[in-house]
């Protein structure tokens, strides 16, 4: 089975920290991604890697940025942390790109931005 | 655009009965990817079903079923003999060949009732 593993079910951070979400995967998964989940706006995209050191921005990009330099590894990094940055984020992983290929969640992290 | 619509916020079943949840989608793409997703209230996605848009017959996994009819752009999941664990968010879910990501309509909060 797919492992992919969160580093934090909950996360409390200050305003204007600097916050870094980590996610590993066991799969050898060329895509990673990272999600934002909020009532009533269901799963927004981030951003996602489909390589390593490769990147790309998904629908609400703003006030993220992330890193892949491992396959494995896909951190998601919140510059300068805001209040409406509160959420639940969620990571996920698929073996290649390819549309019959499910995206495999971690357990998620509830964010909270004081 | 929306691409995937699930018109049914919340949906109560009976303990042992089947129930039916609605998605339609939207693409031109001849080639797509549909899939079901499971959130308990734990918050993990859990993968649930795949049904690809040239395969002829529905998709099964056990309890669960996809009603794929692909003129009218929907594929809803059937699920029979309800169990209490069943209750939780269901999210119905598209990937293209264009681009990397997958799309998520908003969820159906299926509460299964004793």
């Known amino acids: 089975d797919v492992k992919v593993t969160q580093s934090s079910r909950y996360l409390v951070k200050r305003t204007g920290e600097k916050v870094f979400l980590e996610c590993v995967q066991d799969?050898?998964?060329?895509?990673m991604f990272w999600y934002r989940q909020d009532p009533g706006l269901g799963l927004r995209l981030i951003y996602f890697s489909y390589d390593v050191k490769m990147k790309e921005k998904g629908d609400i990009p703003e006030g993220y940025s992330v890193s892949r330099e491992k396959k494995e590894r896909f951190s998601l990094i919140l510059e300068s942390a805001s209040t409406n940055q509160t959420s639940m984020y969620l990571c996920a992983s698929s073996l290649t790109g390819a549309n019959n290929q499910p995206q495999h969640f971690g357990d998620g992290t509830r964010l909270s931005i004081l | 655009a929306q691409k995937i619509t699930q018109t049914q916020p919340g949906m109560f079943v009976q303990e042992k009965e089947a129930v039916t949840l609605d998605c339609t989608y939207d693409?031109?793409?001849?080639?797509?990817?549909l899939f079901w997703y499971k959130q308990p209230s734990s918050g993990e996605m859990i993968f649930l079903i795949y049904?690809?848009?040239?395969?002829?017959q529905n998709a099964t996994e056990g309890r669960y079923s996809l009603n794929f009819q692909k003129a009218r752009k929907s594929a809803n999941l059937v699920i029979s003999a309800s169990q209490l664990g069943d209750s939780a968010m269901y999210f119905c879910?598209?990937?293209?060949?264009?681009?990397?990501?997958?799309?998520f309509g908003a969820g159906t909060r299926l509460t299964v009732k004793p």
């Open positions: 799969m050898d998964h060329e895509n």
């Open positions: 049904q690809g848009s040239y395969d002829q």
């Open positions: 879910a598209m990937r293209e060949p264009r681009g990397n990501d997958m799309r």
């Open positions: 693409t031109s793409d001849p080639s797509y990817g």
